[in-house]
């Protein structure tokens, strides 16, 4: 917090990952659990001091696996908890992540992006994750995945993480990138309310009754109750039935996994979270998400200022992907071009989106360094025929 | 070796893993690190016996990530390696694949997939793990995954994931199945010479010269030198130059990604391998790989006996992804049917390539069990409106 | 009659049988002849004790083909007749309902569809006797089948059957299922006139003048005269003239046999029930009809919520089939899914009906439980590509 | 038996009933049981007098039903039985055929077509029954029906009826017409052995051990054991499970009339005959069966003489329609005309098997006569833009 002393204490200026941090606290973070990872760190670091003040825990863990495994157990306790790390610590929890899939425990991931892959470029930018964030773990299911290209946002999406957490019972994958994390910006503190936050679905079920962890109620939602307290359950990683205990029963299975994979998938419109800018006369629509979509935005209002047709379609839901608001919004565009920092990860899905992928281009860059307004022009005229 | 006396040594009856076994040794496998878990675990078993009699190392390492450690050290030195594990213990590789991609270290590890995501089911069958297989790690780069449907081709596949290891200087994956991997069927083995093997290409700079480990021929290949041998070099997950020291030069970073993916994707046709069953005619076609193109065979099969106009393309790479194979193979195929034990991994995949995606549809089942041919018998049937 | 004494002596609570009941009672039935059959029987213990009570006959028969012969010879006395049945006694029935088409005598024909064939499931629910209804007794020519998804509609169409009946002097199928018939519901009574009611048409010929029982008027009806009563005429199911006396002559039987058919077929726009929802903009539209139409509108509503562009066109009346309806209403649709019952009896004239076939499947369910909002659903997301 | 004296026994010179007796004899018929109804009487009048001298029964019963109902248990004994009758009679029995199609019970149901609905022209001609055949009972399920338009093709056809009714473990119906029952024209008798006959497939299973009489062999027949024999099993018109006791499992009943269906469905191609003229370079080509398509082998045969490229297709098999077949050998005519004496039953078969429906017409007559080839002439004249 660097403007304690400013007459409006709401009126802050932050770097990314410490807005993250703000608004983790906003939505009542109890548990931090990590290990140090550039450009992540910074989250971690903020949170040992803030976390303890509030009555909330910090750990740093001995490795990213057991600080992914530490937030499962806490939640599983009736707590909101959240890690933060970058790709290889991203990678190394993937196991975890797949088993809070499984034992639908809310939790909240941070992956501030760099350059991959493996070590890649520890202090350069990227959004080679994005694929990852949805597939890294074995088996096929679904995953909700966020990200923001400005602190306002960051703080919204980050509170929202903790949101959809608890309302699916799943964990959320909070997707930032390095430009994001390390830039200071502006950031108006929402007060106390002024954002809704869901809180933890407990249990109405009464001690010395049996408590069925896996029955979902009548809108989809499985109340919990708080592990180590009243009830006795089992929690596991494998094919279980309401009580949560192992079954090899092929109809069980088949609907678990329709669970878990509807329970996020049917709600793809209200989990969508989007930007738009200029899009309703647009020739030619950009497409990006993340610190690209902060210069593609910087080129749109420069080409707008000239009377170009050009609009922004900014996602900060990117996964389940909003293909329908893609599909929509791009319906009478020209050209749509996706703007992101990786080989067109989100690209093929806009092309799978919309009809006539043969529309759909690609402005991407990814060597360490943040796609500028300059490069996407670039990229525009050549899609236009006029060559480099 | 189940026909250690029979006349003919050559004919042999065996599990898929150890099926894979027998040709990884025919490969020149010299050394094999693995953690046991369900069901890969009878290719260590069987290599724990048979590698130390044939001069090779086994070890059993200390956990799964260790064990992919394990074979990108031994590789380094220049004997060929091998790992094998299943969804959660490819899940923890992750990391360490990410870093062979990069170090470009040859090696194959096998993933005998089981029902996920999580602990799943772990006796029952899956194919969840397609997209994981190539989006796995963080960071954006390109993937070779094999797999195969019956045993003589299993044997061909592994042969293969060593030679396309050497050739490219990369992971290769070998993507096999629960039922595969369990079921006995008949191998003819083939004699040595029969397939024909790529060796470690090794430098011809001598010693005291100064060898660069990451500068491509004239052919795009990188020879290597034993590491520990005559040579000093670096070898590292950072982005590189061609003395393997980490460099943050942008056009560095741009060249070496690009080296990355385009050694592997713009070899894909060379890449691709795959069967195809009575396709000239046919009205549908039907995609798949691993156990299911078993049942999807032998639907095709039973079909065409009463004259129904029905096909097979079984793939075996999976990535990367033959699209322009599966494009010309269906360009006249009124309905596309990808036959696969998940949600529809290769299904995306096959809509992206074809021309008129809405041809293409989805046979699929994920409860643990093998999806029959009755299975996909009745899903055409909805598909040509024949309902349930 | 749940609610003799509640204040609102209109608002009932009821199973479909006796809504049936009471919209025959309100049409004006004066004779019920029947036999006992799982899921039907209550049509006819409900109307033994109101319908003498009311001045009419109850007779319960010794089977079922003497209940349908029963109710043949009441009509042409003069009085509204009905019987109700169930899929075995529907087969039986078919020599005497061909009478009643052949001989111009007005009645309806309740079935109560259960699951068969044969004596199949008692007291399961189906569809299957859509077509038997429309072909289920020999030779060619045509037939009025109505059917109904809530208990409102039960009484609206059951009103609507006497009504069509007397018109057309034809006998009227409806055709409604086990669902609907033991399902209760809310009904709320319509006053004495708020439905219009057909009353029999008498001949205004004299006692003593030659009446012409098959002589059509300038607007095709046939006036009738109370057999027994003051004209002597001859009633068969040979070809006969406007006397009613057997003729082999070719003119007349082609006359006679498109007579039969036309007064039905060129009134199937007037003839045409059905309920719309969410057509307007709909890509893709559900056709059900029965209580199968209740869970696609469950669907159809749950998905619209999440802006999924998808509805429901109920079709009431089944014969004739009201080809030019669905034709108009699914022009735009880019899938058509019908939902139903059976094999796909409606689907195959859905897909007759419209231009471009092959955008018509078919979501069914026959094993005895009614189709659920989620079989639509899956089957959808087979159709659709998603695959199971 | 008219040629009792003639030197070749074996050339006879029949009506189409009595060579439906000698095919029935031919193939081993045990028992007939039958109610007389002209146009079908002489086939039980015949049997009464040769089926005792061959030590088989025969039996008049008290009507309809009962005749169904008698053939149902002989064939339950193990003997290969028969019954035949016309419209009326056909839909009364249709209740009974039902339960054979349920319970499996190989039997020929004889329908010698007069002219309907109802009483209709007892000694008119008319293929009015072509949909109730196949619709005809309450339930979806899947029939099997032939027809022949000459002597020698109904005694063929009688046969085959007989072989696939064993085959398949289920009803056949022989669907003739007035005029081919009537008709006398020459006949060559087959030698014994000449056509193939498939004998009752009895059960290997011995005494005192469990009988499954509802357990398909891999070859998907069901062996059965004479009732009243060795082996105690129940036979319902229930949805049933292998042992034949009643049951309400909802995945059984699945199984089970899927099994009904399919059993003949998927052998449609097999269960197809037909006859082809002319076909390869026809523009025109007419579609028929029974007597009808003696009047189009006639128009066919005199314009060919003339240079008038009209093809005839003769479609014996009308259930399971062979929609493969139809479509094919339409593929490059121009006009498609359905050829028959109803309203085009199987004219709508044709629109729906074809591509491009606005191809196909009717020629028809059902005033009780034979069309004629100058019928067909005149209605080819109309389509082709001659006007009448």
């Known amino acids: 917090m660097n403007c304690e002393n400013s007459r409006d204490r709401r009126l802050l200026f932050l770097q990314g990952n410490e807005v993250c941090v703000e608004a983790a606290l906003y939505a009542g973070l109890g548990f931090f659990a990590g290990y140090p990872i550039t450009p992540s760190t910074e989250i971690g670091e903020q949170l040992s001091k803030r976390l303890p003040m509030l009555g909330g ?65 520890p202090t350069g930018v990227g959004q080679g994750d994005v694929m990852q964030s949805r597939w890294g773990t074995h088996g096929d299911h679904a995953m909700i995945v966020l990200t923001a290209s400005n602190h306002q946002d960051v703080f919204a999406v980050t509170v ?18 390095e430009v994001i994390g390390h830039m200071r910006e502006k950031l108006v503190l929402p007060e106390q309310g002024e954002i809704p936050l869901v809180e933890r679905l407990k249990t109405s079920v009464k001690e010395g009754t049996n408590y069925h962890p896996y029955l979902p109620r009548e809108d989809g939602r499985l109340p919990m109750s708080d592990f180590g307290g009243v ?74 200022a000239v009377g170009e047709r050009l609009g922004l379609l900014e996602l900060q839901t990117l996964w389940p ?68």
């Not at 929890?93 to 909240?108: R, S």
């Not at 929202?160 to 990138?177: C, G, K, Q």
Request: aromatic residues 8%; contains cysteine; glycine residues 6%.
């Open 231 to 304: 009830h006795r359950y089992n929690v596991t990683g494998l094919f279980h039935d309401m009580w949560g205990f192992p079954t090899t029963d092929p109809n069980t299975a088949y609907e678990l996994l329709h669970h878990l994979v509807d329970k996020i998938e049917s709600a793809s419109q209200r989990i969508a979270r989007y930007n738009e800018f200029f899009l309703d006369d647009a020739e030619s629509v950009l497409i990006s998400y993340g610190a690209s979509a902060r210069s593609a935005l910087h080129l749109v209002e420069s080409r707008r």
């Open 321 to 388: 992907f909003p293909a329908a608001i893609v599909r929509e919004r791009c319906e009478h565009a020209k050209y749509i071009v996706v703007v992101e920092m990786n080989m067109g990860q989100i690209a093929q899905e806009v092309k799978k989106a919309v009809n006539d992928p043969d529309r759909v281009f690609l402005a991407n860059r990814f060597d360490g360094n943040l796609i500028t307004h300059r490069d996407i022009k670039n990229i525009l005229r050549v899609i236009r025929g006029g060559g480099m």
């Open 57 to 121: 825990k910090f750990i740093q863990m001995e490795d990213e696996i057991a600080s992914m495994c530490a937030i499962i157990g806490a939640s599983l306790t009736g707590v909101k908890a959240m890690t933060a790390t970058s790709g290889p610590g991203f990678s190394l929890k993937q196991e975890a992540i797949g088993y809070a899939v499984m034992a639908e425990i809310p939790c909240v991931i941070v992956n501030v992006q760099r350059t991959g892959p493996s070590t890649g470029l």
């Open 160 to 177: 929202e993480a903790f949101n959809l957490s608890e309302t699916f019972r799943t964990p959320v994958i909070l997707l930032f990138d």
